[in-house]
């Protein structure tokens, strides 16, 4: 069974500050994509990543797969307070399709 | 990607009845999953419903409690049958449309039983 470690489980900071999101596990994923949730709506695809080393800049997040592609990490730069929601990873195996979720992390950025 | 919409959004039941949600895809797709999820947590995979096939349940999810359909490449229906509180949560689909495992959701649907 694979399982993709997230941490921290929350952030609570304030608008400007940065912040980084991380996903590990002991398995090797063919892809790793970055979620974004906003209560009340479905989970929102920000990134996949599949090469290892890779790094995507979306604006002001920065996503990165380790070079083994088992781990990843996001990292948000001058945080605004339309970055809150739940951030979650999720890794792509052999299981077609299928994706291996890590427990997600709670960003609250106050103005 | 995919446009996913979802009905309802939210329901309140009694216990002992069952609701049933819709999932519509705005283009055809192979493989459709369905997920469960508290409130700001992450996602635990009901089952996955592929057109054509039976739907393969995951570990602690049987075909009683979840029944499934999938009668076409642009559509499934999730049951949840026998509600009891411990149901009470948000039930989403998703698609994977692409090569690379992602998955595109709806918006949900939140379920209160009573």
């Known amino acids: 069974t694979q399982l993709l470690e997230q941490s921290p489980q929350f952030l609570s900071i304030q608008e400007g500050e940065n912040l980084t999101v991380y996903c590990n596990s002991s398995?090797?994923?063919?892809?790793l994509q970055w979620y974004r949730q906003e209560p009340g709506e479905g989970p929102v695809l920000l990134v996949t990543?599949?090469?290892?080393?890779e790094v995507k800049k979306l604006k002001r997040l920065t996503f990165q797969f380790g070079d083994a592609r088992k781990d990843s990490s996001l990292h948000i730069t001058a945080a605004q307070p339309g970055d809150t929601g739940l951030y979650l990873c999720?890794?792509?195996?052999?299981?077609?399709?299928?994706?291996?979720f890590g427990q997600g992390t709670i960003l609250t950025v106050h103005p | 990607s995919a446009v996913i919409s979802q009905k309802p959004s939210r329901d309140i039941c009694q216990r002992g009845t069952s609701l049933t949600i819709q999932c519509q895809v705005d283009?055809?797709?192979?493989?459709m999953f369905w997920y469960r999820q508290q409130p700001g947590q992450s996602l635990t995979l009901i089952a996955t419903?592929?057109?054509?096939?039976?739907?393969?349940?995951e570990s602690g999810f049987v075909i009683d409690k979840f029944p499934i359909s999938r009668p076409n490449l642009t559509f499934s229906t999730l049951t949840v049958s026998n509600l009891s509180p411990e149901d009470s949560s948000i039930y989403l689909c998703?698609?994977?449309?692409?090569?690379?495992?992602?998955?595109?959701f709806g918006p949900g649907t939140r379920l209160t039983v009573l």
């Open positions: 990543v599949v090469t290892g080393g």
């Open positions: 998703s698609v994977s449309p692409t090569f690379y495992n992602e998955q595109f």
């Open positions: 999720a890794g792509g195996g052999t299981s077609y399709g299928k994706l291996t």
């Open positions: 283009s055809q797709v192979t493989m």
């Open positions: 398995s090797v994923f063919s892809s």
């Open positions: 419903a592929n057109q054509g096939s039976e739907a393969t349940y």
